[in-house]
């Protein structure tokens, strides 16, 4: 090789390099008489770890290091490769720390340990204090050697990989050597990665807490280059220690909280949301940053962050603790939302109770899909409680022309009186049995509270049917075909069959509607689950009549009848089902 020889960009290691871009013959000899040597070593390694044979990997790596340590001009890349393998996993302690010693022994090669590295040895070799305070002496190389910039550019600056890895690696290494811990720490200071007014807060100096200190420094650094998730990690470790009994401790918390809901460097979003997540679940925070959580997720639409905020202050855990708030405006009615989309039932029935007894405001927008949700979720008489507070108010309306809600309730509070109305004939029935007086009395105490259930939802149902029917009948001409869908189908499940036939007369008519064939087997299939010898004429007179139905709708409802029939075991209505199926099975193929 002559001296003109330049290098090439990429890292080799047999070459020797004398870092003025030219290979030196001095160094050239003695690298050449140990080539070969090197080559069948790298060769008997690769063999090694293939075949998993790592006491043998070990002594190959032993030999390669002795080769490689008196050749100071030559590149240790088979060394980074060797500690990025998996395999390195299983290497002995004593062949790591070979490694690190042999690349803390060149400054460039330390320079070119990734960050990944780090954190990896860090996690499993750190526990052999010569492994660790080697590793440490590379990363503070690493430190040590970064220039950050000043000027016009210095607020664009992201400060290299290896200043998150070591904020990561100092949040464990403060408890385990704090003497290590500080030395990283002052490095990252001396760099202005860590923000010079934690070192001056006089709160935190008056605590005379190194270790304090340090974590607040770590907290607020994250929390200043938007490394979100290693705030959390800052605060939950610092929890763990003796320190968390520091009366600064729940300031640095609300701090930390309140910063990263208000968006201190940038706008808050799903990142810095789990980050406070995580800070809630380690640490109480006062109600007003739980709210200001529920707002500020609400207005970026962060809704997993919003139903596991709750999730979390309604669970066990928290049991028996002064309860965190409920979201309050927009977000309290979008949380139902979200809980009931996410099926999360028995979070819903939670909150419409909390919403009830708390006397918390519904917005406007929310409240037919709250109440709705309420009554899915299975709390009727939370969900008619939380109707009658908004029966006289102006807007009083939107209940009644949320066409989802009004027909959940009608069939809801149905069925509710019906169960009322069993459970009043049993126990009066019960009673005229007993001839036990004192039996007797209390029996008809339990009569009595059946009786008022039964008044209770009768009066409940009333109302809320006649309110209905007033609003539509106030402009029936003007009427959608979605309104007048929901007033048949509220009237089929009353069991007012003449006036729900009338109505759906004036349905049919409307064929222009782009939803004719559904709203029409909407109707059937309730008036079906009521009555399906009426539905099964309506069909036959409407296939008569030419009716603008097409047969795919009428056979869908057919369906829905022959299963009414099979359930109450009426025979001629199934035959009578499979017969008008069959007439109609050509019109659809016609259709079609």
């Known amino acids: 090789m002559s001296n003109s020889t330049s290098i090439a960009p990429e890292r080799t290691h047999t070459t020797a390099y004398t870092g003025h871009g030219q290979v030196s013959n001095a160094n050239t000899e003695p690298l050449a008489n140990t080539l070969s040597s090197i080559q069948d070593f790298e060769a008997a390694l690769e063999v090694a770890l293939s075949q998993k044979h790592f006491e043998a990997a070990d002594v190959v790596v032993g030999q390669l290091v002795d080769l490689y340590r008196p050749e100071s001009a030559a590149r240790l890349t088979l060394f980074h490769d060797l500690l990025r393998k998996e395999d390195a996993d299983h290497l002995s302690q004593s062949t790591i720390l070979q490694v690190l010693q042999l690349l803390r022994s060149s400054p460039y090669e330390a320079m070119c340990v990734p960050s990944e590295t780090f954190g990896r040895i860090y996690r499993q070799r750190a526990h052999d204090a010569p492994i660790l305070h080697v590793l440490i002496d590379v990363l503070k190389l690493q430190l040590e050697d970064i220039r950050t910039p000043t000027g016009r550019l210095s607020p664009q600056y992201q400060p290299p990989a290896i200043v998150p890895e070591a904020l990561n690696i100092l949040q464990t290494l403060i408890v385990k050597d704090q003497d290590l811990a500080l030395d990283v720490f002052n490095a990252l200071v001396e760099k202005n990665f860590i923000p010079p007014g934690v070192l001056e807060d006089p709160t935190l100096l008056e605590s005379h807490d190194v270790q304090l200190v340090m974590y607040a420094g770590l907290a607020h650094a994250s929390l200043h280059w938007e490394w979100f998730p290693l705030v959390t990690d800052s605060i939950t470790h610092l929890l763990q220690t003796s320190s968390s009994r520091q009366p600064q401790v729940t300031q640095l918390v609300n701090d930390m909280v309140t910063a990263l809901l208000d968006g201190e460097t940038t706008a808050a979003s799903a990142t810095s949301l789990q980050a406070c ?66 099926g999360q ?49 102006d807007d009083y309306y939107v209940l009644l022309r949320d066409h989802r809600l009004m027909l959940a309730m009608v069939q809801a509070v149905a069925t509710c009186l019906q169960d009322a109305k069993v459970e009043l004939d049993a126990t009066t029935a019960l009673r005229k049995k007993v001839e036990n007086k004192e039996h007797e009395f209390s029996l008809s105490e339990a009569e009595t509270v059946a009786r008022a259930a039964v008044t209770d939802w ?70 079906a689950e009521k009555n399906p010898r009426m539905v099964t004429a309506l069909i036959t007179s409407f296939a008569k009549r030419r009716v603008a139905v097409d047969p795919a709708t009428f056979m869908a409802v057919l369906k829905q009848v022959l299963k009414e029939a099979e359930d109450r075991g009426d025979t001629e209505l199934v035959d009578q089902v499979v017969l008008i199926a069959r007439q109609l099975v050509p019109a659809e193929s016609a259709a079609s």
């Not at 596991?308 to 409920?326: A, D, I, M, V």
């Not at 009727?380 to 006289?392: E, F, I, P």
């Not at 049917?465 to 402009?475: P, S, T």
């Open 345 to 393: 039932h028995h979070l819903c029935r939670t909150l419409a109770r909390e919403v009830l007894h708390d006397h918390l405001n519904l917005q406007v927008h929310y409240r037919p899909s709250f109440i709705a949700a309420t009554v899915f979720a299975g709390e009727v008489a939370v969900a008619r409680d939380l109707w009658k507070r908004y029966v006289s108010k």
């Open 277 to 342: 997540l995580g800070i809630i679940r380690a640490h109480r925070v006062p109600d007003n940053l739980v709210r200001s959580f529920y707002e500020s997720a609400r207005e970026i639409g962060c809704a997993s962050e919003v139903v596991e905020l709750y999730q979390f202050t309604r669970s066990e855990r928290l049991t028996g603790q002064h309860p965190y708030p409920p979201p309050r405006g927009y977000a309290l009615g979008w949380l139902m939302e979200l809980l009931y989309e996410k």
């Open 458 to 527: 009768d009066d409940f149902l009333t109302r809320i049917v006649r309110d209905f029917e007033v609003d539509v009948w106030n402009d029936f001409d003007g009427a959608t075909s979605e309104t007048l869908t929901c007033y048949v189908r509220v009237l089929f499940t009353l069991g007012r069959f003449k006036d729900g036939l009338q109505c759906l007369r004036t349905l049919v008519e409307r064929t222009e509607s782009d939803s004719y064939q559904e709203n029409i087997a909407l109707c059937l299939n309730t008036a």
